[in-house]
């Protein structure tokens, strides 16, 4: 396949950026993107200038440090995430548009690489359970509901790769923050910071400088793990039982 | 609690979801009462009165109308001040756009904004025309309101400026009142659809019942 790339290029957090062209030749359609990617710079690094900067780990869709927008597409035209992505969702000829997540929480570091460490301090405020260290306990002592445990497995599957803030209109962090929210909260384990936890997480993502939700629905269908919309709204339900406690204290 | 509400995102969503809603029940009451204007002028006219004495003895004259009053400003103001600043919001967490396009998200969506800031100028020009008889057209008539209705919709404007916002206020609804059950926490997986669907019957209702009024005088059924 020959592909004209058009990526962009940011030397640092304070430089201007824009996208740049290029072409490259020989690309086999089972041939992952990030592979290609890898091509375009073996290609920069022999012609001497500097190579695309991104974001990639386990390349096998699990670890969410791959963060790409392709086309428009958060992780591009396939629901999965870029790593995962092949060659073979474009046609020979292609012109390929490559931008990073654009968020104000989530400031370009270098090229395609962003700061996604807003995440982490949203995880830090509330995405923990109390737990006493020691040797593991039996797992029987708690028992968890089929419903209540395929409910937190689902979300739980988030990676939090960012994609739904990327995918949002808003730049929002909506649909990560209530995965993280509902995993915990329907758990027997996460229920002694129930109300603190959505009440925390909620606030530190409004400090974080992520908007609002609109329920375009953008973010649900952007995920790669398929967290639904109507995460949001457990959360929402979540937030307010644990508003009117805290009025109630 | 009324600091949290007001400080967090989720709660500002929250003030916009009630006060909705509030509008939402009020436009219903109202499009109803306004079909009356099909039973001619004696039925509108005592019909318009009678939301005078609502509550006699108890309430004295007007004081249910200035309570129901009272109620809609503050969930106009509540609604349109938290639109703005969430607005305000959503617009810097997203400042820089993506150079690849994408068509994104259904029409109703995409004109929330807008839709809210037309029906807002609506609202101002329907109570000058037709409350205070300000820009009414033609000699406005206290306690004559038939009549009223009748010169507004005889103008071609009045008739165009009701039927755009009424369009926007279906779109308005359609999307709003299936997010406000989202932001209050009531939708679910087996909700979603039900919801989707009174969602699009109430706006097709409450668009429909509003513009027969304008097409009722244009077509001289209503004169």
């Known amino acids: 396949m020959k592909l004209t790339l058009r990526v962009w290029r940011q030397k640092n957090a304070d430089a201007e950026g824009a996208m740049s062209t290029y072409e490259v030749d020989d690309i086999s359609p089972d041939m992952s993107f990030l592979e290609m990617l890898d091509v375009l710079n073996e290609q920069l690094i022999l012609s001497g200038e500097e190579p695309v900067a991104f974001d990639h780990d386990c390349r096998e869709g699990i670890c969410g440090a791959c963060s790409l927008v392709i086309n428009g597409d958060a992780h591009g035209p396939e629901r999965t995430t870029t790593c995962q992505l092949h060659m073979r969702s474009f046609r020979?000829?292609?012109?390929?548009?490559?931008?990073?997540?654009?968020?104000?929480?989530?400031?370009?570091?270098?090229?395609?690489?962003?700061?996604?460490?807003?995440?982490?301090?949203?995880?830090?405020?509330?995405?923990?359970?109390?737990?006493?260290?020691?040797?593991?306990?039996?797992?029987?002592?708690?028992?968890?509901?089929?419903?209540?445990?395929?409910?937190?497995?689902?979300?739980?599957?988030?990676?939090?790769?960012?994609?739904?803030?990327?995918?949002?209109?808003?730049?929002?962090?909506?649909?990560?923050?209530?995965a993280k929210v509902n995993h915990l909260n329907v758990l027997p384990q996460g229920a002694p910071e129930r109300e603190t936890r959505v009440l925390d997480m909620v606030a530190q993502m409004d400090a974080e400088g992520f908007g609002g939700c609109t329920l375009t629905g953008e973010c649900a269908t952007a995920c790669p793990k398929g967290i639904p919309l109507v995460s949001i709204t457990s959360m929402n339900k979540e937030w307010l039982r644990a508003t009117r406690k805290a009025g109630k204290r | 609690m009324a600091r949290t509400l007001w400080d967090s995102s989720v709660g500002k969503k929250t003030v916009m979801a009630v006060s909705g809603v509030i509008m939402l029940l009020y436009l219903v009451a109202h499009m109803i009462g306004n079909l009356k204007i099909y039973f001619g002028a004696g039925e509108f006219n005592h019909y318009a009165h009678w939301l005078r004495t609502v509550g006699e003895p108890f309430m004295h004259y007007e004081w249910t109308l200035w309570l129901?009053?009272?109620?809609?400003?503050?969930?106009?103001?509540?609604?349109?001040?938290?639109?703005?600043?969430?607005?305000?919001?959503?617009?810097?967490?997203?400042?820089?756009?993506?150079?690849?396009?994408?068509?994104?998200?259904?029409?109703?969506?995409?004109?929330?904004?807008?839709?809210?800031?037309?029906?807002?100028?609506?609202?101002?020009?329907?109570?000058?025309?037709?409350?205070?008889?300000?820009?009414?057209?033609?000699?406005?008539?206290?306690?004559?309101?038939?009549?009223?209705?009748?010169?507004?919709?005889?103008?071609?404007?009045?008739d165009v400026i009701y039927i755009v916002a009424m369009l926007a206020l279906g779109l308005h609804i359609r999307h709003g009142f299936w997010s406000a059950a989202q932001t209050l926490g009531v939708g679910s997986r087996s909700r979603d659809r039900a919801l989707k669907t009174l969602a699009n019957v109430l706006a097709l209702l409450l668009t429909a019942g509003f513009i027969a009024v304008p097409v009722g005088v244009m077509t001289g059924v209503v004169s």
């Open chain 1, 92 to 178: 020979d000829g292609d012109t390929i548009d490559i931008e990073p997540w654009r968020a104000s929480a989530f400031p370009v570091i270098k090229d395609l690489v962003v700061d996604r460490s807003a995440f982490d301090r949203i995880i830090q405020a509330g995405g923990y359970v109390t737990a006493p260290t020691g040797s593991a306990p039996e797992a029987h002592a708690t028992p968890v509901p089929k419903a209540d445990a395929d409910f937190a497995f689902e979300h739980a599957e988030c990676i939090g790769c960012g994609a739904c803030v990327a995918a949002c209109p808003n730049g929002a962090a909506m649909l990560f923050t209530s």
């Open chain 2, 68 to 158: 129901i009053r009272i109620v809609l400003v503050v969930a106009v103001v509540a609604h349109a001040t938290s639109a703005y600043q969430l607005s305000r919001r959503d617009i810097k967490a997203r400042p820089s756009k993506y150079v690849h396009k994408k068509p994104r998200a259904s029409y109703a969506t995409r004109t929330m904004r807008w839709g809210g800031v037309i029906l807002g100028l609506f609202i101002v020009w329907h109570l000058l025309d037709l409350t205070t008889g300000t820009v009414h057209s033609g000699g406005f008539q206290e306690g004559h309101p038939y009549q009223n209705v009748v010169d507004t919709f005889s103008t071609w404007y009045g």
